[in-house]
């Protein structure tokens, strides 16, 4: 009996011993595809980093770098097969590391990030709104969800203009009620969930010029709405005073940078 209690105690051992071997395998490839990634040689990065998940499958940083090596080498834009193909790949390792830890925000960030460059702008906001879910203070998601309401938006709102024969420098509002009562049903709302979320981002960063940019379009935009003209000159005004918001915290920032323009240590 005690010599069957040792075998079995040698046998642990050495699953012990070979576990740890593989782990520090997979944390030598973790470095090799590190160096590479950090030298853009991203398809030896994926290499690497595609070894050390062989070796050691729970070892979540590894697939972390390797669905952002992954995600590297996507052009957005771009519809070649092997293109696609990259951005599923990325998005698949994404998707495993959430399967361990549903709140990584860095895996949450990269798909909501991977489905705007896509243009799936539905599909990126759901991962927005998942992001603040779990990170509340992350400006750049709520700005992210705010560019999203202005995409979706913005060609509907040219395409009516131009089927009514209007010119991009006429005021509005619409006078075709039938076409901007439609508009509004369908867009309105979004266009003020975006301008709540982009509020938020300058709560978050009161100096946050690109939300203030992105305000003034949409406030600008949704003037188009309005009912009156002086409704719509109301709106048209409050869109001009964030465009000088955006100037100042732009003039602010750039002030505050080292003199001379050279390398600084950031």
Known sequence: MKRRLMVVVGVAALALLATGCQKLKARDELNKGVQAFKNAQYSQAVEHFKTAVELDPTFPTARLYLATAYMNQYIPGAES?????????????????????????????????????QKEWDDAKS?????VSVDPTNKEAYYSLGFIAWSKWYPVYGTARANLGMKPEDPGP????KVKEELKAEHLPEINEG???LEKALELDPEYDDAMAYINLLTRERADLMDTAEEYKREIEVADNWIQKALAAKKAKAERQPAGGGITSE
């Open 81 to 117: 097969p092997e293109n696609i193909q990259m951005a599923q790949a990325a998005f698949d390792e994404f998707n495993k590391v959430l399967e361990a830890n549903p709140n990584d925000t860095v895996a949450i960030a990269s798909i909501a990030m991977l489905k705007l460059q």
């Open 127 to 131: 991962w927005y709104q998942k992001l």
């Open 174 to 177: 619409i006078k075709d009620k």
């Open 195 to 197: 301008l709540k979320y």
